[in-house]
């Protein structure tokens, strides 16, 4: 199993945009599927991204097509999020989580999970 740590959340100005990224520790990280999801304040968990171990497999929630970039450099054992004109709503904190193989967007569907990152956006 891989064990995800993020990191890059911070504070920032809508508008603005931020790069996480998630360092996923463990034997053969280029076999894992990576997602992002996140958690906005009083609200469940919700998927963002996600990258398969084929990295032509890429997914988005809708809600952040085409502001959302979604990457991975298995030479690092490392998967980014690029989010830009980032928005109030962005406001959570984001997980990483990594599954073997193949994209999914259910929480249930992936069983390693980061202890989270947390952005928030100021209008």
């Known amino acids: 199993q891989v064990q995800p740590v993020e990191s890059g959340g911070g504070s920032v100005q809508a508008g603005g945009s931020l790069r996480l990224s998630c360092h996923a520790s463990g034997r053969l990280f280029s076999t894992y599927a990576m997602g992002w999801f996140r958690q906005p304040p009083g609200k469940e968990r919700e998927f963002v991204a996600a990258i398969g171990w084929l990295e032509r497999n890429v997914d988005y929630a809708d809600s952040v097509k085409d502001r959302f970039i979604i990457s991975r450099d298995n030479n690092k054992d490392t998967v980014y999020l690029q989010m830009n004109n980032l928005q109030p709503g962005n406001t959570a904190v984001y997980y990483c989580?990594?599954?073997?193989?193949?994209?999914?967007?259910?929480?249930?569907?992936?069983?390693?999970w980061g202890r989270g990152t947390e952005v928030t956006v100021c209008s």
């Open positions: 989580a990594a599954r073997h193989r193949d994209v999914r967007h259910r929480v249930w569907q992936y069983n390693c």
